[in-house]
């Protein structure tokens, strides 16, 4: 069988759960742009305040929370962490941006 058709056959056969994933990201990113909202207010109490964008212990306070949430959801906490600190690393770059104007 050609590659072509392997393609084609797993487009099919998968298309259901694609669709599901497709519909979980979709809920993630609207999550993102929620969470993110809140980052922006978080954004303006640092300024108000002097507070800088790292705060150690709230990184892995969040690190350690989402962990034993994935944990007990059935989701594997590495892949948990992995992502949040990503995400997290990826919001103090940013906050320090926003900090810095």
Same mark, same amino acid.
């Given at each position: 069988m050609?590659?072509a058709? =392997?393609?084609?056959?797993?487009a099919t056969a998968?298309?259901?759960l694609?669709?599901?994933? =497709?519909a979980?990201? +979709? =809920? *993630?990113?609207?999550l993102?742009? @929620?969470r993110?909202?809140v #980052?922006?207010r978080?954004i303006?109490? @640092?300024?108000a305040?002097?507070?800088? +964008? *790292?705060?150690?212990d709230r990184v892995?306070e #969040?690190?350690?929370h989402?962990r034993?949430?994935?944990?007990a959801?059935g989701?594997?906490? =590495?892949?948990a962490?992995?992502v949040w600190r990503?995400?997290?690393d990826?919001?103090?770059t940013y906050?320090?941006? @926003?900090?810095?104007q």
């Open positions: 050609s590659m058709a =392997d393609e084609a056959r797993a998968l298309a259901p694609r669709a599901e994933i =497709d979980i990201d +979709a =809920d *993630l990113v609207a993102i742009a @929620k993110m909202a #980052v922006e978080v303006a109490v @640092k300024r305040a002097g507070i800088p +964008a *790292l705060l150690n892995e #969040v690190a350690a989402v034993h949430r994935a944990a959801l989701a594997p906490p =590495d892949l962490e992995t990503a995400m997290m990826w919001i103090i906050e320090d941006e @926003k900090l810095g």
